[in-house]
């Protein structure tokens, strides 16, 4: 069925029956070699990155924000029509594709943070089949954990030095603008404006009402982190993870907790540490470059300069001789 996109009145087509159109859209897509079993519908700081490791201790991996620092061009770019599709008011009509979402998360069992999180109602309509989790946070919480991890990321100079340094690289220069597309057109404020709380919970409120519209009751169950194996291993029909211990004892794996705003800055270190550390060899080695033509012109005109020069002077005072003993001669 076609949903109404409220952004810009258009229509975002993401029925089964619409491959052949979307397909023109965003090309052919890679074949899918998992199923899509579980979309989480929740934002980051909602305890996403623990739902990604739960889900991969019950063998269903995920697809995370943590994934797409490490995505491929072509995927960032496929996410950018993605935001486009349903957020950017100056685009018109687009379409979503399960084309291009299969391009992206075909390796993938299930998707779980932003950017999926921001199309879990498209997402749950391309994957009929999948079961989804509606992740929950009381809103103080989640906004007060936002400001903790999000301001000093979002701070311009810092965003601007980002820019600079891993300029070189075309994969990080799409992933950087990707993270502008996404402030821009979807938070559509900074965490650091003096209304960002207000329009924080707003969004929050809307985000959470639209999944809850728009995806029916018996597809999904409500959830927090807290409420720990049971409810969720109920929910998808699995077992609840247990390991026998050096005892013999068979006890219950603990539920994960990981990415607390305390361990944030460290997460982002392990993930985006290796991209900053190529973006400086590039870097050094541009600049070692320049420094060794520098150097070349340096020394060509010390040494080879002075040489040119004679020979120059050598021939143009023979070619003056010559040419007056000519002149005499004709005379």
Partial sequence: MPAANKATGSTILVGPDQDDARALLFGAGSPRTLPMKVIVCGLGRTGTASMQAALGILGIPAYHSFNLWQDSLANIRLWDRAFDAKYNTSQGAMMLSRNGFDAILGSYSAVVDVPGAFFGAELAALYPDAKVVILNRDPEAWFASCQATFTQRAQPLRQALLRLVTWWDPRVRALA??????????????WHDEDAREKALAFFEGYYGECR?????????????????????????????????????????????TNESASFAQTRQKFAGPILQQAKWDWLTRIGLVAAVGQAVFISRRVWLPVVMRVVQTGTAVLGGGSGAAFGRLK
């Fill in 177 to 190: 603008a990707n993270l502008d597309k996404k402030q821009a057109e979807v938070w559509r404020f900074e």
């Fill in 213 to 257: 519209a728009r995806i029916a009751p018996g597809r999904r169950i409500e959830f927090t982190v807290q409420d720990g194996w049971a409810p969720l291993c109920e929910f998808l029909g699995v077992e609840v993870p247990s390991v026998v211990g050096e005892d013999g004892v068979r006890r219950e794996v603990p539920f994960p907790r």
